[in-house]
């Protein structure tokens, strides 16, 4: 649980930091170009003016553009790691998909609104943890999906929330003492 909490948070926060180093950006963008004039000063020609702007732009996107290149790094290596922790295996066995489908009791196991559990009869067997970020191949990572839901979640990483709701619902068709933790990622190798 922990370990899905620190990795959807990192990879918030990025996201976030991201989009705030963009909009720094746009906004130096914006400012560099509009033209700075004092009161008293002579006209300039045009290849000064033009040099003046060239000269703010490149002072104002020197540092959020570092800092963009730093994140897209950071994103690299994110996405590398997730890449080398891919379980060799994708789709999961005869076995498993019997097995989770039977836990689940051929339901959708997925979240409808407002905390529900889906009503759709399951059709898909999906990685709760998405195979593309790492998720294993193992039936504590499976979740039975209808085709509706399956779509919806795509290869995002669930929140911890999300985790956490899931495994309440599991309760409710669940046998006593049956394993109710969903999500399973992959060691790196």
Known sequence: MKDLKRIYWT???LRLAFAAT?????VSLAL?????????????TVSEVFRGMVDGVVAAVILPGLLAI????????????????RDPARRFTRQQRREGMARAGGQC?????????CSRP????????????????????FVASCARCNRAKGARV???R?????ERRRLGYLAPGAALSVGERQPLP
Do not use: C
């Open 158 to 160: 669930p929140s911890p």
């Open 70 to 85: 730093v994140l897209t790094v950071i994103a690299g290596v994110i996405t590398a790691r997730d890449v080398r922790r």
């Open 11 to 13: 990879r918030v926060g």
């Open 32 to 44: 560099a170009f509009i033209p700075k004039t004092s009161a008293g000063t002579k006209t300039s």
């Open 109 to 117: 196991e997925m979240e409808a609104g407002l905390g529900r559990r």
């Open 162 to 166: 999300q985790q956490e709701r899931l």
């Open 122 to 141: 399951a059709e898909h067997g999906d990685h709760f943890y998405p195979w593309s970020k790492g998720g294993s191949t193992s039936l504590q990572n």
């Open 22 to 26: 963009m909009m720094w950006l746009a």
